[in-house]
């Protein structure tokens, strides 16, 4: 290098000139980058106090864990830490099968009903197709490709050649024409539940930071226009009164004057009558009450009183043995058996139609219908009604039993006035 006062060439190293004395300089050498802690590092710092701080980094700043008493805890603090970031990176691969199971495991998962459960089950045999596949990989196409060509399930077993070869010649044609049956496009009600279904999942994968989005609020359900159910006229009702004799017609009209679900009945045990009203809290129903329902958490254990014209169809079932309320043929029927065998022999029985005057399917179901509508008919009190059918508010019992019933009518009214 050159000597800055008398420019002489001196070496490198040499602090001082030797010809003139003066103390040269060297060039400064550029500062050391600061070390920067990655994200999760973990540190522990002796505060003050002496307590022992744990520090994880996030985002380039310390994020504190908290401060512990000795240096052994602050470590444990970090660790767990990492343990808690490695079970997130877990769940980050998870497939919709271990979304699925980590669902089952919740504890809103347990606070379904029975019933509600079995509809997660239906859905879920459907959209199990896709189990395999990582959570976070899904799209809305997936999901709505799924619902849109699923089918319904074969409703028998799939026998063996020696097995059809063993079959009486009936059952063998029979088993026949069952496998030659296509299968049939879900109906939009199927097809619903296992939106729901998704959108649960997707929620539960929310919570786990595996997905952002939730695909069960985009997908759309096109497909068959849900039906409206029936409502029984008075002139129907009248024509099961004539024939009382019949048990399966009495269960008919404690249905329609009651208004419950068809499980939820045949599921009541004599325990939740309750006829007598001076032995019961409840001494405002002056012919009794029941309690029970089954499906949502409004519906389950509410009281609905019992109506004058069916009391004696109660006491006649209270009278019979066993625990069960509802006997028929001896024995406590079960829903298939009443939807396949009781209701449409009630039907032929009292020369009811199968559709009602707008062209509804009178079904089952008919019977909740037509009890919502005679209570609004009646004047009764819109959050009444919906405390006897077991909703949240009267919103739902209008949109599923009550409008469109009326703007039928309102129509038809209306129409009529033109007409004349």
Known sequence: MMCKRCGEEIADHFRFCPNCGKKQCREAKPPKAKKKHRNGDGSIRLLPSGKYQS??????????LGTYVTESAAAAAIRS??????????????????????????????RLSDKGKEGISMAWSHLCALQSRKMRDLTKADYEALIMSATTHKRY?????????????????????????????????????????????CEEAIGSNIITTNYGDLVSVDGEVSKAH??????????????????AVKLVLIYIYMGWRAEALLQMKKADVHLDPENNERGDYPHGYCVGGIKTAEGRNREVPIHAKIRPFIEYFMATPGDWLIVLDGKHPTYDRYLRKYFPEVLALCGIPTTDEYGDKITPHSTRNTFALMLYQSGVKPEVIAKLIGHTDFDVTNKKYIRNRQSREFTANEFSKMVE
């Open 157 to 201: 077993k799939e026998r063996t050649a020696d097995e059809v070869a063993a079959m009486k010649p009936s059952e063998r044609a029979r088993y026949n024409a069952l496998c030659a049956q296509k299968a049939a496009p879900l109906s939009r009600e199927s097809r619903m539940k296992i939106r729901n279904l998704v959108k649960l999942i």
């Open 230 to 247: 029936g409502v029984f006229s008075h002139n129907m009702i009248d024509r099961l009164f004539a024939h009382t004799d019949n048990d």
């Open 81 to 110: 830490y990492d343990d808690r970031k490695a079970l997130a990176a877990d769940k980050y691969n998870y497939t919709l099968g271990q979304v699925y199971q980590a669902y089952l495991a919740s504890t809103r998962y347990a």
């Open 55 to 64: 520090r994880i980094m996030r985002g380039g700043h310390a994020l504190s």
